[in-house]
């Protein structure tokens, strides 16, 4: 199981918001390659960048920054990369720029036929981001709640090719209160595509939580502010994880 430093970035800044609220944001650094950088130092083997901006705009605001990463950390490890994609040229300048994955988030939701036609473009490349709360998803950077439920919306555009989904409990992202691991599993049971968790991850506990259901096809962890503020050590949490996820799954 991965463990997966978050950089959102804001105003070309690494920020970490609380329940998504772009006006409650710390900035953790003024240099996002750089920090990119420690992390890799630090044994990250993926890394997940949000322009927070584009995912309020609707499409990038931040794409010097996320060259700047994309450049700094080279063909070291993975680039995840969502926030403001609604189109397929955005995607494919974010992978001839080196982004390894492209995160479709709102758009999914709100135009399903687009991420039907990303996946048909960029197989293997695609991954959709879901974010929820009451098992209910939101978009347009969590501004809006919708009536669409979580799990029947992974399981449809599992069958569009998505990658991955990455699945984000907003009630707890950024608010260090452990994580949803019920919702969590409850979303990956059915699916055959890995999920990878996302919001509320504090410390190794939680890391030994999501290791537990491993087995389920949660193969990954975003992690954020927990890394940023000490109560998570990164080479620590990737150690543990390996310890306790030794066998690699397979497609179920």
């Not at 691991?181 to 979303?187: G, P, Y």
Request: aromatic share 6%; glycine share 12%.
């Amino acid at each position: 199981m991965l463990i997966i430093p978050a950089i959102d970035l804001k105003d070309g800044h690494c920020v970490r918001l609380r329940q998504g609220l772009m006006e409650d944001a710390t900035v953790f650094s003024e240099d996002p390659a750089a920090m990119a950088q420690h992390w890799l130092a630090q044994g990250a083997r993926r890394l997940h960048l949000v322009d927070l901006n584009g995912a309020f705009a609707g499409k990038p605001k931040n794409a010097e920054a996320v060259r700047a990463i994309v450049e700094a950390v080279g063909n070291d490890v993975p680039v995840q990369l969502g926030g403001g994609i609604r189109d397929l040229e955005t995607i494919e300048r974010y992978l001839d720029s080196g982004v390894t994955y492209v995160i479709i988030g709102t758009a999914a939701v709100k135009v399903p036929g687009f991420l039907h036609e990303a996946c048909d473009a960029f197989p293997g490349h695609i991954m959709v981001g879901l974010d929820a709360k009451g098992g209910k998803v939101a978009v347009d950077g969590w501004s809006k709640l919708t009536g669409h439920d979580v799990g029947d919306l992974a399981q449809r555009f599992e069958g569009y090719g998505v990658e991955a989904i990455i699945y984000t409990d907003i009630g707890r992202d950024g608010m260090m209160s452990g994580v949803n691991i019920e919702a969590t599993v409850e979303l990956a049971r059915p699916l055959h595509v890995p999920v990878i968790a996302s919001g509320g991850i504090t410390n190794l506990d939680d890391v030994r939580a999501l290791a537990a259901v491993y087995q389920e096809g949660i193969t990954g962890a975003i992690t954020g502010r927990a890394i940023y503020e000490g109560t998570l050590d990164l080479r620590a949490a990737q150690a543990l994880a390996d310890e306790l996820t030794p066998v690699k799954l397979s497609t179920r």
